[in-house]
């Protein structure tokens, strides 16, 4: 009966200790309540170095698009017997760079400091970053410790203040979403893996006094800076193109990188740095649709990396036809690396494959006046006006360091001036350029031609002569729609390209430039059916397309014939198919007869590297 007693007693004696124990906790959530003065944070990030004025601070806008700074050292190393090209170059841009403009989250939090005010503010940290933010009392010299407080990107942070004080305040986050730590003073990244985002400021006095039964909400708008410098190795088989199953690569050495100690008050470095020890063997991450694999590492030391290089040991990777290719062979490339604060150092590390031109494997048939076509000269002892054949013959573009590798440059180039027997054999070649002159003249070459289109052929179409008699519409209706006419255009110098992705490939992005017509007047076709996408159409009539393509098929169709004509010194407004200065020949978007960024020859060439992809794919 007694221990019956004493064990009631007991668990009333729990009762009133958790009852007790519920009202303090209760009363502390009413203290933190009625707190009517609290510091918002809203949190941005800062591009570049610390150093950079407030005028090069980008907290809320995206209008303008992150430009590396410099592209040096492209190297060129060949693997795998010459099937492989890889590619090394460096760059530098702000460690913004970094971070997906995507993830961007616009916060508009009401600012109450006796009355409402909008405070908008986007951040470019991802949601769930954690962040911490250090309030010291300025009521003493030095200021001293009040508090530590954990945000989370994408939400507010309120902090509770005493009115009539001001505080030093610190933010620090090491970008990701672990919680960064409770340090007061001081913090050292050890790993060399981690990014660290700093900022400092100071309050006004917290207006009112305790008591007065006025709500003040203070917002703190804070710019973070990179206090560490990004060095990032970036393996890419984009251009293959392909994806990245595996991947295997070792640092040079394992001291590159350098630590110290951060006043997280000051925002200052305080000691000497330190050499980090960190795995040789490299951790990516996949990017870009697997086609992009990146490693980053961070460093306090803000020199020049001596002898920075990294062991390519082995590599596999899907094509688009679902083919395994292998880099096996080890590869170490090299990079002059120059770290600096809030910079991001690119070593890129890009690998292609190189394709072989030669023989039977890309046969060309160039049919029409050597003025208008594929032809090398236009008469024994007479200029070159083509364009394509001097693009097409440069080593900046083509071969084993061009912009676009081959194994050389033997194009087995047929040149046929005349229709005339021109499409008995076809189905030898890999594509087709019909120029002025080169149109089939009868109703069965016509045919010919489409059966070809229909197997798969690339054909490149630009007769000029394509509204003349009843042939040649033969082929190029088949994919206008029967509905199609051909509508005359008249001093139309240059017809400006939409957005069709045809135009955006390995020589440039001519998307939104113009088509340079010569000669500036012609016939262009209107009353195009869904079979046919636009490339360029007529400034003087919207409904006129100028230059299309087939939907389901490689045909191409320009209706100015001379739109390939090149030659440096010749009349000008006569060559639209603009080209560096010898002996580069490199396609490129300028001016001609007065309208800005012509691209012709960005265009053609893009179609020609295209149509190598898809005859050549993947194959060694």
Not at 130 to 157: H, Q
Not at 224 to 233: D, E, I, M
Not at 398 to 415: C, E, L, R, V
Not at 566 to 591: C, E, K, Q, V
Request: glycine share 8%; proline share 5%.
């Amino acid at each position: 009966m007694l221990n019956c007693k004493s064990k009631i007693v007991s668990a009333l004696a729990f009762l009133i200790l958790l009852v007790a124990a519920s009202c303090t906790k209760e009363n502390l959530n009413m203290q933190n309540a009625s707190k009517d003065a609290q510091l918002m944070f809203l949190i941005s990030e800062q591009t570049g170095s610390a150093t950079n004025k407030t005028s090069n601070l980008r907290a809320s806008s995206f209008g303008a698009t992150t430009t590396y700074k410099h592209e040096e050292n492209e190297q060129h190393q060949f693997t795998e017997d010459g099937a492989f090209r890889i590619t090394t170059s460096l760059s530098t841009a702000p460690m913004s760079a970094l971070i997906d403009p995507k993830s961007v989250v616009s916060n508009k939090l009401s600012s109450r400091m006796s009355g409402t005010q909008t405070s908008p503010s986007s951040t470019i940290l991802k949601d769930g970053i954690k962040y911490r933010v250090v309030l010291y009392d300025r009521s003493t010299t030095p200021s001293k410790f009040v508090s530590t407080s954990l945000g989370i990107a994408g939400k507010k942070l309120l902090i509770d203040v005493e009115k009539g004080k001001s505080y030093d305040w610190a933010v620090f986050s090491y970008n990701d979403e672990n919680d960064p730590g409770e340090s007061q003073d001081f913090i050292t990244p050890t790993t060399g893996l981690k990014d660290l985002l700093h900022a400092k400021g100071t309050t006004e006095v917290v207006p009112g006094y305790s008591g007065d039964e006025k709500e003040v909400v203070m917002p703190i708008n804070v710019l973070l800076q990179h206090k560490l410098a990004n060095v990032s190795v970036h393996v890419s088989v984009k251009e293959y193109p392909a994806k990245i199953m595996s991947l295997s690569a070792s640092l040079g050495r394992n001291t590159y990188f350098c630590k110290n100690t951060l006043n997280i008050k000051t925002g200052e470095f305080v000691n000497d740095n330190t050499q980090i020890s960190i795995d040789p063997a490299m951790t990516f991450v996949s990017t870009e649709e697997e086609s992009v694999s990146v490693a980053n590492y961070y460093t306090s030391k803000f020199k020049p990396i001596t002898g920075f290089s990294v062991t390519l040991n082995s590599l596999n990777i899907r094509t688009g036809t679902n083919e395994i290719r292998s880099l096996s062979s080890p590869s170490i490339h090299n990079w002059e690396m120059n770290p600096e604060q809030g910079q991001q150092n690119v070593a890129r590390i890009k690998i292609e494959p190189v394709r072989d031109i030669s023989g039977d494997k890309f046969r060309v048939l160039s049919v029409g006046l050597p003025h208008y076509t594929l032809a090398p000269t236009a008469a024994p002892g007479a200029h070159n006006y083509s364009g394509a054949w001097y693009a097409m013959n440069s080593e900046k573009n083509f071969g084993p360091n061009g912009t676009y590798p081959t194994t050389n440059f033997a194009w087995n180039i047929q040149n046929r001036p005349s229709p005339l027997n021109a499409f008995n054999d076809l189905q030898n070649y890999k594509i087709v350029f019909v120029g002025y002159g080169g149109a089939p003249s009868t109703a069965a070459d016509a045919n010919k031609l489409l059966a070809y289109i229909e197997a798969g052929g690339t054909v490149i179409y630009a007769t000029g002569t394509h509204h003349l008699g009843a042939v040649e519409p033969i082929v190029w209706r088949q994919y206008a729609g029967g509905q199609a006419t051909t509508t005359l255009y008249s001093a139309v110098t240059a017809s400006p390209f939409g957005q069709h992705p045809i135009l955006n490939g390995t020589f440039g992005d001519a998307r939104g430039a113009f088509l340079g017509n010569y000669p500036a007047s012609g016939y262009g076709i209107s009353n195009l059916g869904n079979d046919a996408e636009v490339l360029a159409l007529s400034t003087a009539n919207s409904n006129v397309a100028v230059a299309w393509k087939a939907k389901y098929r490689e045909f191409y169709f320009i209706s100015s014939e001379g739109m390939q004509k090149y030659y440096p010194t010749h009349t000008p407004g006569a060559n639209p198919f603009l080209l560096t200065a010898a002996p580069d020949y490199i396609p490129r978007s300028g001016s001609w007869t007065g309208r800005e960024n012509i691209a012709n020859s960005i265009m053609l060439m893009n179609i020609i590297a295209k149509t190598i992809d898809k005859v050549l794919g993947t194959a060694k």
